[in-house]
Nanobody, 122 residues
Framework: QVHVVESGGGLVQAGGSLRLSCAAS????????MGWFRQAPGKERECVAA????????YYADSVKGRFTISRGNAKNTVYLQMNSLKPEDTAVYYC???????????????WGQGTQVTVSS
């Protein structure tokens, strides 16, 4: 059974930083692309960052480019999202997801975590 578990969310002031972690088990992590999504109240879920199987390919939403960095540690079956210069509009539940390619993790991820809340105060 596949488990995807996010951690690292919390309350931070605008301009601050947070690092989210996502641990995946029950799958061959090194064969899966990983993505970070977020959903704010009343808004649709969006992909904010994704990373390819090799780690050589990445995707960022325009709203987070230059502020967020996605990385992966295959030895620890973990993907990270470093979030800097946080803004109140970054407030959302952040989800981690896995699928077999960069394209499919963005569009139709198969495995999902339960999410972690990120709140940015002004």
């Amino acid at each position: 059974q596949v488990h995807v578990v996010e951690s690292g969310g919390g309350l931070v002031q605008a301009g601050g930083s947070l690092r989210l972690s996502c641990a995946a088990s029950g799958l061959t992590f090194s064969r899966y692309a990983m993505g970070w999504f977020r959903q704010a109240p009343g808004k649709e879920r969006e992909c904010v960052a994704a990373i390819s199987v090799s780690g050589g390919g990445t995707y960022y939403a325009d709203s987070v480019k230059g502020r967020f960095t996605i990385s992966r540690g295959n030895a620890k079956n973990t993907v990270y999202l470093q979030m800097n210069s946080l803004k109140p509009e970054d407030t959302a539940v952040y989800y981690c997801a896995a699928d077999q390619t960069l394209r499919t993790v963005i569009d139709t991820s198969r495995y999902w975590g339960q999410g972690t809340q990120v709140t940015v105060s002004s």
